[in-house]
């Protein structure tokens, strides 16, 4: 990728970031966007499909910098404190992007998409777990448990206290 795509595609995303903490997601034209980049929407059009194709790309930039944070996914099954504080720490990393990715109507996305990678890699090595009802339901308690438990108080409490209350109790439910 050259410098000027780069250039482009920074002015393209941190457009929408504007707009989108102005607006919800269906609210946005490509004309508004086109204009806040300084870009035509011909240019828009050769990078992305659409708007949505837009936060989806930068929503996948979120989730690989989650999963990024997670030093070994599979401390789920073996040390399942390790692995809730690991998440957390990186929503925690990622907040301002999730706040306004995934608002309103897209509230539910980040969780379904931390959950279903981590499924993947978890089935990967092991396949018995795939139909293992105990396992299952301890893993999206942990995912998005840890992730709903963050994001409703991350405002209201210091965030190191909150990691250590939400470990502390999801380890407690998985023991």
């Given at each position: 990728m050259d410098q000027r795509e780069i250039k482009?595609?920074?002015a393209i995303k941190n457009a929408f970031l504007i707009l989108r903490a102005q607006k919800p997601i269906e609210k946005i034209t490509i004309?508004?966007?086109?204009?806040?980049?300084e870009i035509s929407k011909a240019t828009f059009y050769l990078h992305y499909q659409d708007i949505y194709d837009l936060s989806e790309q930068i929503g996948k930039e979120v989730l690989t910098n989650i999963l990024n944070s997670i030093s070994r996914p599979e401390n789920v099954l073996e040390k399942p404190d390790v692995f809730t504080r690991e998440i957390?720490?990186?929503?925690?990393s990622q907040i301002n992007l999730i706040q306004l990715l995934f608002s309103g109507?897209?509230?539910?996305?980040?969780?379904?998409l931390v959950d279903s990678s981590i499924?993947?890699?978890i089935y990967?090595?092991?396949?018995?777990?795939?139909?293992?009802?105990?396992?299952n339901i301890r893993l999206s308690m942990l995912i998005?448990?840890?992730f709903y438990a963050f994001y409703d108080n991350y405002h209201k409490y210091d965030n190191a206290a909150l990691i250590d209350e939400i470990c502390a109790f999801l380890g407690q439910c998985t023991r």
């Amino acid at each position: 990728m050259d410098q000027r795509e780069i250039k482009t595609k920074r002015a393209i995303k941190n457009a929408f970031l504007i707009l989108r903490a102005q607006k919800p997601i269906e609210k946005i034209t490509i004309r508004e966007l086109a204009a806040l980049a300084e870009i035509s929407k011909a240019t828009f059009y050769l990078h992305y499909q659409d708007i949505y194709d837009l936060s989806e790309q930068i929503g996948k930039e979120v989730l690989t910098n989650i999963l990024n944070s997670i030093s070994r996914p599979e401390n789920v099954l073996e040390k399942p404190d390790v692995f809730t504080r690991e998440i957390t720490t990186g929503f925690f990393s990622q907040i301002n992007l999730i706040q306004l990715l995934f608002s309103g109507s897209q509230a539910h996305i980040l969780p379904d998409l931390v959950d279903s990678s981590i499924r993947e890699y978890i089935y990967r090595l092991k396949p018995e777990y795939t139909d293992n009802m105990q396992f299952n339901i301890r893993l999206s308690m942990l995912i998005k448990g840890s992730f709903y438990a963050f994001y409703d108080n991350y405002h209201k409490y210091d965030n190191a206290a909150l990691i250590d209350e939400i470990c502390a109790f999801l380890g407690q439910c998985t023991r």
